[in-house]
Every structure is written in C-alpha cells, then in structure tokens.
C-alpha cells in the first residue's frame, strides 16, 4: 500500500473517498444480511402465500440496507434553496416519454441537480439521456441561464425478460442495493447538505420504477431520511388510454406516489391527477428550443 | 447501403415516404409490406421518389426482401438503415419542406404505434401512418393509433391495408399538433416541471 500516494489521493479529493469505502463496507455488511434473507426468501418460494412473504422480507431488506447505509449521516437537512430531482427511465418508450416532458416544461433552478436513473444494460437510455442534457446545455447557456449539474446511475433489474424465476430473488436483492445506493448517494457535484436526498422522485414506469417508489416509502416512512423529500411523481404512459398499466395499478394500489398523474380522461378517479397531454405541455416552451 | 442518403436528388421534386419500427421490436410484417409491388405502386402513384425504411434489429432481414433494383422497385428509391439514435433529419425529409429546402414535397412518416415515435413524427409539419405491432399484444399499440386517429392527428392504418392509409392521408387535413391545453386539465402551463416544483421542498 503506498500510503504517500494515499495521502495525496486524500487531499485531493477529501473525505468522497472515506465515504466511499465506509459505503463499501456496508453495502459489503447488507450483501450478507441479504444472502441470510435470501434462504428464508427460497424457503417461503415453495409454499402458499409466497406473495405476502416476498414482499415482507423485501421491505426487512429495503429497511436493513437503508438503515445501514443512512444511520451515520441522518436526516438532517439545513434549510438553503435547493432542487434535486431524481427521474427514472425504464426502458425505450417510457424514457423517450419521460425526456420529453422533461424537456418542454423545464425551468433554470436555482443551485438544481438533476439525477438519472438508467438501467445497466439499457444503452439507447444512456444515449437519450445525454444527448439531452447535451441539447439542455446548449439551449440554456444561449438565455444565459443556469442549467444546473446532472448525473447518470445505473441499476441492474430485478428481473430480466426470460429469466428463470429461482434466480430472481438473486438479482431482485442487488436491484434493491442499486436503488438505495441511487437515492442515498449525494449528488458528488454539489456538497450542499440540502442536497443529500432528492426533493422529488419521478418515474413512468416500467416495473423498476415501482421499486424505486417502494424504497423510497420505506425510506420515509422509516424517518431515515426527512419527510419532507423523495415526493413521489408517478405518470402514467400517454399509450394508455383505457387501462391503467400493471405497475401503474400496484403502485396507485399500495399509494406509493404523492402525486399520480394520468394523460387520459377514461383513467381521471379520485386517487389520481388528469394532466392531459403532459409531452406537449407547456404549448409553448418557456425557453425555445432552437435559439 | 446502410445509411439513407439524404443529400442526393437536388435537381427534382422529392417526396419521401420514411417507415419507421423503432429500436426495440423488430415488425417484419410491416416491412414485408411496404416493398410489397401493390404499396410501391401505390407510392409511385402519388408521386413519390423515396422510400426510407428504418429497420431496427431486422435490417439484414430487410436486405433479403427489398427489390434489388429499380425495375423491381418501381422507379421509387428504396434506402434503409438499421437505427439512429437521432431519427429528427429523416421526419424532417418526409415533412413539409420550408422555402430554403424548396426541392421537396410534403411526403408521408409511416411508423409503429410506439409513443416515442409518434410524438416525435407529430412535431414534424407531416403526414403520420401509425401502424400497431399486433404481435405486441400488451403494449396498447392500437389503444393509441385509435385515440389519436379519432382526435384527428394521424391515420391508424393496418396490416394489409397501409397502402390504403396512405392513399387515405394524402386527401385528408390533419389536425395540428400540439393540441392546445385541455380544459380541467391539470399543469397544462408549466408541464411536468410544474408538477415537480409543486412537490419540491420549500427553501425558507
């Protein structure tokens, strides 16, 4: 171990690294409590009432993990302007839908941070993303605004199409990890203490983003992180005109979004936000496109 | 022949019809359609020039059907390309042309019924097709071809039928994209931005 070399890595870049091993360590300590859950989680599979189960041993999980990752930084939040939003792209459709409503209707913040949630092997995601943020930077440095600072994370699924039903309480615990890490992980961009957790969660879907919503009630209502942040937005697709989606349904089932917004007036009850039309809305965007 | 040139025929009228599957499913039913003789006819019949096809994961495929030369093509030019992650220069060749590109004719965007694709053909001055993937039975394809069709901003076409729906969508006058707001419609000012602002945690 060269530790000259470790001290000038220190100075550099201060305590990111410290934190990013402590954030090692327990990830390293949650791997272990999950592979324990993980046997009762295959024992319960080959009995009745495997729903019920599942979904009590994942929320232990969300709560352990959290709970581990969280309990040396708190909640504690002082009170500056900040805006940090967290959006989640499932896949093809639901990304381009969920860039294109980001990118009419979006607003210079004042000290903003942006975060991406893409999955690992989605590179068409990636791609959309950044070409994005590209044009996002372009267009707003042309008004000489603030376009704030952004990152992309990736997650692995819980569930890849075609995988084999026994390995996926496997791969659903390393998906819930990638989700934690997602929304504890401050923004490395900016240090402001305000800025730990995201404000608002946004997603459209498809299943991952139910997960996200899940971990981040849990997280909430743990008191691990403040109440006041990760809101949940949930909106649903604006294919959809007749039905609810799956994930749409459990989500609006188990109430896991603040606020549930549907494009289509057959979908408008009590529960949800009618928002017709939210890809070409505002009509006019605040700041053209092309300047 | 992988990528569409576009710079080519600038001494004549163009007009281009651009099939579009996107980039995740393959839909070899619709590409086997648009190089039927009966749907090139059909473009040569209103004048058209060009055929772009983008192809998705099903390009090879594409190469095996596509008429090999013009005879076979009749006189249209048939160019194909697998994906690109920008597809705007390709909607823009099949829109309405504005006075510096002079040399084209409004031609037609003949597209799944992706939500991505269609949003991105209606921001275009164009002339929209949507044909749903029947084989994507969950994916609510034709829920939405049949929706926009009855509020006037595309034609829904189907299987067996796009020459028709093209046919159909030269004499018509779409309705014009972006709707205006909707009344009782939530954040039809500030879009999704708007909603997230609600949401946010207040700064004192």
Redo the contacts between chains.
Sequence with gaps: MDTNRDRVVQATIGSALLDLLKNGIFLFIIMGCGLLILSILIDVLSKPHVTGNTLGATIIIIFVGGYLILKTDGGM?R?????Y?LMICG???HT??MI???E????S?KSSHRRWAVGKDDE?SY??VL?FENRLLDRFSCHDLDSGTFDIMRFRRARYVHQSWLTTPFTTILSLLDIIRILATPPHQRSIP?LQYP??V?TNGPGTGFLFLLVARVLRLSHLV?T??M?T?Y?E???????LSLTGKLIRSLKLA??F?VQ?PALAGHNN???????????QPRFPFNA | MSEANLDSTHNRLTRTAFVTIGATAGFRSLLQEVVTPKFLTTLKSLDFTDLVVQCGPDLEYFETIRPDHSQKSYGVKITSFSYAPDLKKYFAQASRGNDEDGGRDCGVIISHAGSGSIIGALEFDSKLVTVPNPELMDNHQLEIAEDMESKGFLVHGTLGSVAEAVEKIDTLTLRKWPPGPSPGSSYQKGGLWEAINELMPQSS
């Design positions: 939040v009170e500056i302007s900040t805006h939003v896949s093809g459709g381009a839908e294109q409503m980001v009419r209707s979006i607003c913040e068409k791609d959309k070409a305000a404000g608002v946004v403040p006041s942040h809101r937005i909106v697709s604006w294919a959809r005109v007749r039905s603040d606020l917004i289509a936000v009618l928002a017709e039309n939210l890809l070409a809305m505002p009509e």
